[in-house]
């Protein structure tokens, strides 16, 4: 089952947006060639939101203590250790899908 997240406009280039669901926050981020990538909203250090980082190339740096984060595998870059969920995303017909995950996604476990 794939979530209706609006439209791909909606989220700014090289920014992002939130997707608030039941269950946890999943942050949107559009590149500066469009590309869409989807990460549990949460910095895998100490939870910083990270739709609030700075989009750079395939990556967000958490806006709380610099960690970066690869958009496309949500593991952080060395030195720091760690990742965030990622979820499937696509973008059709203009809107993005996000694929409806099961709830140890939101736990930091799932991909």
């Known amino acids: 089952m794939w979530l ?5 406009d909606s989220i700014p280039r090289r920014g992002a947006r939130v ?9 949107l981020f559009r590149t ?4 869409v990538y989807a990460l549990l909203d949460r910095c895998p250090h100490r939870g910083g939101p990270l739709s609030q980082g700075l989009v750079h190339g395939r990556c ?6 610099d960690w970066v ?9 060395e030195p720091d250790e760690g990742e965030t969920a990622t979820f499937e995303v696509r973008v059709h017909a203009g809107r ?4 409806a995950i099961d709830a140890a996604a939101f736990d930091g476990r799932g991909r």
């Open 69 to 77: 984060i690869d958009l496309a595998t949500g593991e952080a870059s």
């Open 96 to 99: 993005v899908l996000v694929r």
């Open 32 to 35: 500066a060639d469009d590309a």
């Open 19 to 27: 997707l608030r669901t039941t269950q946890a926050d999943i942050a």
């Open 4 to 8: 209706d997240a609006g439209p791909l």
């Open 60 to 65: 967000v740096t958490c806006p709380l203590h």
